[in-house]
């Protein structure tokens, strides 16, 4: 009886969880992309003090203090991002600056203006370290025009945002059918109640 209550309500709970991925967090994250497509075509504005994730690749410009340092970051198949960390601005941020297909490039800029687009600034965290302690979302800005020596940087691309929610509720519903199918399972093999 104990272990019926049990599936149950773990049961109940993972059906509530695929509900709340397909009918809550699903129709939120569709309307966050529509908001992020139209965002290209707003006009410009001033690189945000504070990230803020509804301003990804909305057009933007800012002013790069002499760079703290630029880094090479992976980039799949472009190569590696050339990243600048701005100091002596108004507003602390960092700067896509370009790409590379040299992993030894050291790419040389003294700062300046930045028109580009808004997007993620790579947070450096394993996948683990992420679920342990997770950072704040951070953002940069994509130059349109890459620095002397590196190629452009790729177009604002709504497909690098992740949009699992569907498969976050059949992955849930799966579990919960997984779960009954064992529970009778187990059922059958301890056979019916002696008298």
């Known amino acids: ?56 690749f909305r057009r933007a410009t800012g002013r790069c203090g002499p760079p703290v340092t630029i880094r090479l970051a992976g980039a799949g198949a472009a190569g590696f991002r050339a990243i600048a960390t701005c100091g002596g601005g108004a507003t602390p941020m960092m700067a896509q600056l370009g790409t590379t ?12 203006m930045v028109a580009g687009y808004i997007g993620h600034a790579p947070s450096g965290q394993s996948l683990i370290g992420a679920a342990l302690h997770p950072q704040p979302t951070r953002l940069m800005l994509i130059a349109a025009t890459p620095v002397a020596g590196l190629a452009a940087n790729p177009a604002p691309d709504l497909e690098s945002v992740p949009n699992n929610h569907l498969a976050y509720a059949v992955q849930w519903f799966l579990f919960a059918g997984v779960a009954v199918v064992i529970y009778i399972l187990a059922l059958r093999r301890k056979g019916p109640p002696s008298k």
């Open 1 to 56: 009886m104990l272990a019926t209550m049990l599936v149950t309500l773990a049961v109940a709970a993972m059906i509530a969880l695929g509900l709340w991925q397909l009918l809550d967090r699903r129709p939120q994250k569709l309307a966050f992309l529509q908001q992020l497509a139209a965002n290209p075509t707003r006009p410009a504005i001033p690189f945000p003090a504070r990230a803020d994730e509804r301003l990804l």
């Open 101 to 112: 297909r040299d992993p030894n490039a050291h790419p040389v800029w003294g700062g300046g």
